[in-house]
Each structure stands twice: as structure tokens, then as C-alpha cells.
């Protein structure tokens, strides 16, 4: 055998047997973050965005989303979909008062979506949110 087809058949052998591990390893860097899309966890903002403002109120693709701290425990979170069960207008959430309130019909929820009162007589609706590193994550209940 030649020395110049040897080199290259052993230079595209080289290449085929490491060809498998490049694939696998650039795969993984293309994956979304893998504990949030293991989970089903979507990330809406920062720890920084929520303790500036006091609440993250994002659209979503599974909804509009507002996440406030517990005022039972301020190290876990408490979020709903800020939609009014009443008739569907947009509850705010007010700090001082620590509820979602419908500028409609004065209905009033707590951090939780639960009526607190007014006319409406569902619960809002609620996600399952927590907090890794410096990211506010939230999914579906
Ligand atoms: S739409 Fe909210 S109280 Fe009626």
C-alpha cells in the first residue's frame, strides 16, 4: 500500500471512529436546560425581577403567568394565572393588601387564586413555581 492512501484511509478512519462522540457532545450543548425541560418548567424571570418588582406577571405559551412570594413562607412562591374567573378580566395583584384584585367586578384572591371575595366562585388558576440559581420557574399543577 501506498504511504499517501494509507494516510488517508487511516485519516477518514480516525475521523469515523470520533465522529459519534462530536455528534453526542455537541447535542447536548444544543438542549435546552435540561432540569427545566425535564420538568416541564419554564423560566419567567429572575430572583432580581420578582424582589424588584414584587410579582413577575409574564405571557407564557401555557398562559399569562404572575408569580409573587408566599406571604406565608417569602422563600417559596405562590403562582396563578391572573385571569378572573368571574367574567375574565385581568386581576392586578396589590403588595399591600397581598391579592389579586378584578378591577371588573371587585373580586378579590389571595396569593394562592383563592376567592376571598366577590362574585366569582372558582379558584384562579395555579402553577407549581419554584426557584434554581437565580431563575423563577414555573409549571402547569
Ligand atoms: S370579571 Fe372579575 S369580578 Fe367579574
Redesign the pocket.
Known amino acids: 500500500m501506498e504511504r499517501r492512501k494509507f494516510l488517508m484511509l487511516f485519516g477518514v478512519g480516525t475521523v469515523a471512529s470520533y465522529l459519534p462522540v462530536a455528534i453526542a457532545a455537541c447535542s447536548s450543548l444544543l438542549k435546552p436546560d435540561a432540569a427545566s425541560a425535564q420538568s416541564n418548567f419554564l423560566v419567567v424571570g429572575t430572583v432580581a425581577d420578582l424582589d424588584n418588582a414584587g410579582q413577575i406577571l409574564k405571557d407564557t405559551e401555557i398562559g399569562t403567568i404572575a408569580v409573587v412570594r408566599s406571604p406565608d413562607n417569602p422563600q417559596n412562591l405562590a403562582a396563578v394565572d391572573p385571569t378572573?374567573t368571574?367574567?375574565?378580566?385581568t386581576t392586578s395583584w396589590d403588595s399591600s393588601s397581598q391579592s389579586y384584585n378584578?378591577p371588573?367586578?371587585?373580586?378579590k384572591f389571595d396569593a394562592y387564586g383563592n376567592g376571598i371575595s366577590?362574585?366569582?366562585r372558582k379558584p384562579l388558576r395555579t402553577y407549581d413555581a419554584t426557584i434554581q440559581g437565580n431563575s423563577v420557574l414555573v409549571r402547569r399543577s
Open positions: 378572573c368571574h367574567n375574565g378580566c378584578c371588573c367586578h371587585g373580586a366577590g362574585p366569582s
